[in-house]
């Protein structure tokens, strides 16, 4: 066959070959959405003459610690995955490369191109940032997730990292977390006189104010300091990881519920130079692994914690308890004062805090009538009644 009859099959080809490679790696991606394993989501086999790229994620976790260090492990590969192998990622535990205080930093710096983490445990650079992860009675998870995405706050985020030369993205949620593990019954504020509790974030603070202590105490090495007396109680997340962690060995009063933390955000930090250097479709691949680990990960919270509540209360004897209604009149008052005072500070926190103050708003009043009156109309069920009542 002549060149110039060839000439159009080899464009036709090329082509193909394309769309091909492009459909591959959409098929990957929305498989990837529908919630299939980054292993069942396969991306298309790279192509050759793209460059590869071998990052770092640094994280502020244990090694494979159930929910929080798996999620680290869980995005890394999907986003290995959806880029077909373009994009690979080495996932460094805290302590393996940096300590796990220590990981803004070193994506600021670009010891890693990557870091996760919770916003709050910066709060000591950028005190706005512990509005991105937890703010006490404030937004659950659900909520949170809408002023991310829809209320602005993903965007005032990115504003606020941008001087560091760091990109956030929201890249997990544990849900309402649980109030804490203490050593001694909690009866009033009066009990938090002199009480030394690890507490990062805005919760820190707001127990500062009725006289305890709040160091910040990363959670590999929360146990050992509960159990040797160092502190007197500490709060983690909730009956999934704080089982893993064996807390319940260490104080045997389990309180709830976690109004220092109703949705904490989980954060993928990214190097913003190294950002800026990935093609697009990277970038695109790597925002969307984010947002699909958000809702997994508060999937997998809300599937475990069930579960391992009935371990800790049946099987390990735990002493459940609820914070007495007046005590958290009290917390919620202060809480209040703490915002507040902390918008005055500077511009930044300001703008965020005003944010977050107009998105409760409107988020209050679709869930007073939305999922909190159905959570309490559920309740009149009498088999949902027997329900609960089999598990006491």
């Not at 529908?34 to 990052?55: D, F, L, T, V």
């Not at 809480?335 to 103050?357: H, I, P």
């Amino acid at each position: 066959m002549r060149d110039d009859e060839l000439r159009p099959r080899r464009h036709f080809l090329k082509q193909a070959g394309l769309v091909t490679a492009g459909l591959g790696g959409l098929v990957a991606l929305n498989d990837c959405r529908r919630g299939r394993s980054p292993a069942e989501a396969k991306g298309p086999a790279i192509i050759k003459s793209q460059r590869q790229y071998q990052w770092t994620m640094v994280t502020t976790w244990p090694r494979n610690f159930p929910g929080l260090g798996t999620g680290a492990n869980r995005l890394a590969e999907r986003i290995q995955s959806m880029s077909g192998g373009q994009l690979q990622i080495s996932v460094k535990a805290a302590g393996e490369r940096v300590p796990a205080l220590q990981v803004f930093d070193a994506v600021r710096s670009g010891t890693a191109e990557l870091g996760h983490g919770a916003a709050y445990y910066w709060k000591g650079k950028l005190p706005a940032a512990q509005f991105f992860s937890a703010v006490p009675f404030g937004l659950n998870a659900q909520e949170m997730a809408a002023w991310m995405y829809h209320g602005g706050a993903l965007k005032l985020w990115t504003e606020l990292y941008a001087d560091f030369g760091v990109v956030p993205l929201p890249c997990g949620n544990t849900g309402v977390q649980m109030g804490g593990w203490f050593k001694k019954e909690i009866h009033s504020a009066a009990d938090f006189q002199g009480l030394i509790m690890r507490m990062p974030g805005l919760g820190g603070e707001v127990i500062r104010q009725v006289g305890a202590a709040a160091p910040n105490i990363p959670g590999g090495e929360i146990f050992q300091a509960l159990d040797s007396g160092a502190i007197d109680a500490t709060e983690w997340v909730g009956p999934y990881n704080d089982l893993a962690f064996g807390l319940y060995k260490a104080a045997p009063y389990y309180y709830y519920p976690g109004w220092h933390e109703p949705g904490t955000v989980l954060e993928l930090l990214i190097n913003k130079s190294a950002w800026l250097a990935l093609p697009a479709h990277l970038q695109a691949i790597i925002q969307g692994a984010a947002q699909a680990d958000y809702n997994e990960m508060l999937a997998e919270f809300n599937a475990r914690n069930g579960q391992a509540l009935d371990t800790l209360v049946h099987a390990r004897k735990v002493q459940l308890r609820r914070f007495p209604s007046d005590l958290l009149q009290k917390l919620a008052q202060i809480s209040r004062e703490v915002l507040g005072d902390m918008a005055n500070q500077d511009t930044a926190t300001r703008k965020v805090y005003d944010s977050f103050l107009g998105f409760q708003k409107t988020a209050l009043g679709w869930n007073q009538i939305g999922e909190s009156a159905y959570d309490q109309a559920r309740l009149l069920d009498p088999a949902v009644e027997a329900l609960l009542q089999s598990r006491s």
